[in-house]
Nanobody, 119 residues
């Protein structure tokens, strides 16, 4: 079973930046579209960003467009999320997984990484 390990979260002031990483154990990582998702307290898990297998195509939730950038390094089996201009409403646990749909993930969810943005 593929393991996903997210890291890089923390406490940051509004307007600050963080870079999240997700390391995957899948030998075929390079064949998958990978996505970032987040879940705030009391809310459903939601899509944040995705990147196709080669890194040549990306898409973002409207709420993060222009502030977040997703990238990947297939040689390291790792996907990244650069988060700039953070807002308090970005506070959530962030997860990575295959695809763009948080309700039908291909892999088991990892532990996630907590991002807290103070105002």
């Amino acid at each position: 079973q593929v393991q996903l390990v997210e890291s890089g979260g923390g406490l940051v002031q509004a307007g600050g930046s963080l870079r999240l990483s997700c390391a995957a154990s899948a030998l075929t990582f390079f064949t998958y579209t990978m996505g970032w998702f987040r879940q705030a307290p009391g809310k459903e898990r939601e899509f944040v960003a995705a990147i196709n297998y080669s890194g040549g195509s990306t898409n973002y939730a409207d709420s993060v467009k222009g502030r977040f950038t997703i990238s990947r390094d297939n040689a390291k089996n790792t996907v990244y999320l650069q988060m700039n201009s953070l807002k308090p409403e970005d506070t959530a646990v962030y997860y990575c997984n295959e695809g763009v749909r948080p309700t039908t993930p291909l892999f088991n969810w990892g532990q996630g990484t907590q991002v807290t943005v103070s105002s």
